[in-house]
Nanobody, 126 residues
């Protein structure tokens, strides 16, 4: 079992930046690939970014490439999402999720992830 708690969301103007954090409980954090997903009102939850257990592999959705950076600190049981050049269309609830994997695989499908945080709201004004 792992519990995930996101923080760092808020209201920002277009072009601004936010840094999301996701703190995980438990002692096996480095056994989980981690992902960030988002869900806007009336839309399905979508993959934003993922990082492998070691942090050696990262993946991004096309719509955030070059703007968002995922990272993790296994000593602190925390994964981060640095979001720059934010756009109004980035407005959504952002969730972190943990996926029990072998090796360095990173899944992009939400149903592959075993544990989810409660989400943090990100609102980008134009």
């Amino acid at each position: 079992q792992v519990q995930l708690v996101e923080s760092g969301g808020g209201l920002v103007q277009a072009g601004g930046s936010l840094r999301l954090s996701c703190a995980a409980s438990g002692r096996t954090f480095n056994n989980y690939a981690m992902g960030w997903f988002r869900q806007a009102p009336g839309k399905e939850r979508e993959f934003v970014s993922g990082i492998s257990t070691s942090g050696g592999r990262t993946y991004y959705a096309d719509f955030v490439k070059g703007r968002f950076t995922i990272s993790r600190d296994n000593a602190k049981n925390t994964v981060y999402l640095q979001m720059n050049s934010l756009k109004p269309e980035d407005t959504a609830v952002y969730y972190c999720a943990a996926d029990v994997v072998l090796g360095e695989r990173v899944n992009t499908a939400p149903h592959k992830y075993n544990y989810w945080g409660q989400g943090t709201q990100v609102t980008v004004s134009s």
